[in-house]
Nanobody
Framework: QVQLVESGGGLVQAGGSLRLSCAAS????????MAWFRQSPGKEREFVSI????????SYADSVKGRFTISRDNARNTVYLQMSSLKPEDTAVYYC?????????????????WGQGTQVTVSS
Protein backbone atom coordinates (compact mmCIF):
# COMPACT_ATOMS: atom_id res chain seq x y z
CA GLN A 1 0.00 0.00 0.00
CA VAL A 2 1.26 3.46 -0.89
CA GLN A 3 -0.20 6.70 0.44
CA LEU A 4 0.53 9.96 -1.36
CA VAL A 5 0.23 13.55 -0.13
CA GLU A 6 0.78 16.47 -2.50
CA SER A 7 1.77 20.00 -1.49
CA GLY A 8 3.08 23.20 -3.05
CA GLY A 9 0.11 24.34 -5.08
CA GLY A 10 -1.12 27.91 -5.04
CA LEU A 11 -1.85 31.04 -7.01
CA VAL A 12 0.84 32.41 -9.31
CA GLN A 13 0.97 34.93 -12.13
CA ALA A 14 1.61 33.84 -15.69
CA GLY A 15 5.32 33.37 -16.27
CA GLY A 16 5.91 32.42 -12.66
CA SER A 17 7.09 29.19 -11.09
CA LEU A 18 5.91 26.66 -8.53
CA ARG A 19 7.34 23.43 -7.18
CA LEU A 20 4.97 20.65 -6.25
CA SER A 21 5.97 17.90 -3.86
CA CYS A 22 4.47 14.48 -3.30
CA ALA A 23 5.41 12.64 -0.13
CA ALA A 24 4.87 8.89 -0.21
CA SER A 25 4.57 6.33 2.52
CA UNK A 26 5.42 2.70 2.10
CA UNK A 27 8.58 0.69 1.60
CA UNK A 28 8.04 0.19 -2.12
CA UNK A 29 8.48 3.83 -3.18
CA UNK A 30 11.95 3.29 -4.62
CA UNK A 31 10.74 0.46 -6.83
CA UNK A 32 7.75 2.09 -8.53
CA UNK A 33 7.32 4.69 -11.22
CA MET A 34 5.77 7.99 -10.16
CA ALA A 35 3.76 10.41 -12.25
CA TRP A 36 1.92 13.70 -12.20
CA PHE A 37 -1.48 14.21 -13.77
CA ARG A 38 -3.77 17.22 -13.80
CA GLN A 39 -7.45 17.88 -14.17
CA SER A 40 -9.26 21.09 -15.05
CA PRO A 41 -12.99 21.62 -14.49
CA GLY A 42 -15.03 19.81 -17.11
CA LYS A 43 -12.02 18.00 -18.52
CA GLU A 44 -10.62 14.52 -18.11
CA ARG A 45 -7.55 13.90 -16.00
CA GLU A 46 -4.51 14.20 -18.23
CA PHE A 47 -0.92 13.00 -18.06
CA VAL A 48 1.76 15.56 -17.24
CA SER A 49 4.99 13.70 -16.50
CA ILE A 50 6.46 10.40 -15.33
CA UNK A 51 9.72 9.37 -13.70
CA UNK A 52 10.93 5.79 -13.50
CA UNK A 53 11.85 4.08 -10.26
CA UNK A 54 15.54 5.03 -10.44
CA UNK A 55 14.89 8.60 -11.54
CA UNK A 56 16.84 8.37 -14.77
CA UNK A 57 13.93 7.83 -17.16
CA UNK A 58 11.55 10.76 -17.52
CA SER A 59 8.83 11.71 -19.96
CA TYR A 60 6.59 14.73 -20.41
CA ALA A 61 3.40 15.72 -22.12
CA ASP A 62 4.07 17.93 -25.12
CA SER A 63 2.16 20.77 -23.47
CA VAL A 64 4.67 21.03 -20.61
CA LYS A 65 7.90 19.86 -22.23
CA GLY A 66 10.69 22.38 -21.69
CA ARG A 67 8.80 24.12 -18.88
CA PHE A 68 8.26 21.40 -16.27
CA THR A 69 10.85 19.11 -14.67
CA ILE A 70 10.07 15.98 -12.71
CA SER A 71 12.49 14.51 -10.18
CA ARG A 72 12.50 12.17 -7.23
CA ASP A 73 14.43 11.64 -4.03
CA ASN A 74 14.11 7.99 -3.05
CA ALA A 75 15.85 8.62 0.27
CA ARG A 76 13.08 11.06 1.17
CA ASN A 77 10.24 9.11 -0.52
CA THR A 78 9.34 12.26 -2.42
CA VAL A 79 8.70 13.19 -6.02
CA TYR A 80 8.77 16.76 -7.27
CA LEU A 81 7.39 18.73 -10.18
CA GLN A 82 9.19 21.99 -10.88
CA MET A 83 6.93 24.17 -13.01
CA SER A 84 8.27 27.25 -14.77
CA SER A 85 6.92 29.70 -17.35
CA LEU A 86 3.45 28.90 -16.13
CA LYS A 87 0.48 29.70 -18.33
CA PRO A 88 -3.19 30.21 -17.45
CA GLU A 89 -3.95 26.94 -19.24
CA ASP A 90 -1.81 25.14 -16.64
CA THR A 91 -4.50 25.90 -14.07
CA ALA A 92 -5.75 22.59 -12.68
CA VAL A 93 -5.73 20.25 -9.74
CA TYR A 94 -2.45 18.36 -9.89
CA TYR A 95 -2.36 14.75 -8.76
CA CYS A 96 0.55 12.54 -7.83
CA UNK A 97 0.27 8.88 -8.79
CA UNK A 98 2.25 5.72 -8.13
CA UNK A 99 2.32 2.69 -10.39
CA UNK A 100 2.47 -0.88 -9.19
CA UNK A 101 5.76 -1.46 -11.01
CA UNK A 102 9.03 0.21 -11.90
CA UNK A 103 7.53 1.56 -15.10
CA UNK A 104 4.30 3.26 -16.00
CA UNK A 105 2.36 4.76 -18.85
CA UNK A 106 0.40 7.86 -19.68
CA UNK A 107 -3.02 6.57 -18.76
CA UNK A 108 -4.91 6.94 -15.50
CA UNK A 109 -5.49 3.18 -15.50
CA UNK A 110 -1.72 2.57 -15.33
CA UNK A 111 -1.61 3.83 -11.75
CA UNK A 112 -2.77 2.07 -8.61
CA UNK A 113 -2.34 4.84 -6.06
CA TRP A 114 -3.35 8.50 -6.08
CA GLY A 115 -3.01 11.53 -3.89
CA GLN A 116 -5.82 13.95 -3.07
CA GLY A 117 -4.49 16.64 -5.39
CA THR A 118 -3.23 20.20 -5.00
CA GLN A 119 -4.73 23.21 -6.76
CA VAL A 120 -2.56 25.28 -9.09
CA THR A 121 -4.05 28.53 -10.37
CA VAL A 122 -2.21 30.69 -12.90
CA SER A 123 -3.58 34.20 -13.40
CA SER A 124 -3.12 36.14 -16.62
Amino acid sequence: QVQLVESGGGLVQAGGSLRLSCAASGRTFGSVAMAWFRQSPGKEREFVSIVGSSGTVRSYADSVKGRFTISRDNARNTVYLQMSSLKPEDTAVYYCAASGAGYGGRYVSDYAYWGQGTQVTVSS
